[in-house]
């Protein structure tokens, strides 16, 4: 099993920059990917951005292109997801997510972190 723990809720103004953090214990050797996902009041889960464990390689949502970045680091088993130029439809419980293998659904959750961004 794969234990995550995000941090880094906040409340900022739009236009601002917030910072979450996403920590993996347990099985991390396990890891393929990790994402990042969010729900707003009354809306279903969406997909934010995602990077592979190992090449590193990036993917986001078209609403956060150009302000959103993923990154990870991985002697600290931790992946980052750093938003700029923030929005106030960007307010959401923001949740960190782990995949074992490619094409499969993501196995692990984190208890999910709010992200409030007044206009």
């Known amino acids: 099993q794969v234990q995550l723990v995000e941090s880094g809720e906040g409340l900022v103004q739009a236009g601002g920059s917030l910072r979450l953090s996403c920590a993996a214990s347990g099985r991390t050797s396990s890891m393929y990917a990790m994402g990042w996902f969010r729900q707003a009041p009354g809306k279903e889960r969406e997909f934010v951005a995602a990077i592979s464990w190992s090449g590193g390689s990036t993917y986001y949502a078209d609403s956060v292109k150009g302000r959103f970045t993923i990154s990870r680091d991985t002697a600290k088993n931790t992946v980052y997801l750093q938003m700029n130029s923030l929005k106030p439809e960007d307010t959401a419980v923001y949740y960190c997510?782990?995949?074992?293998?490619?094409?499969?659904?993501?196995?692990?959750w984190g208890q999910g972190t709010q992200v409030t961004v007044s206009s």
């Open positions: 997510a782990v995949t074992s293998s490619p094409g499969a659904g993501y196995d692990y």
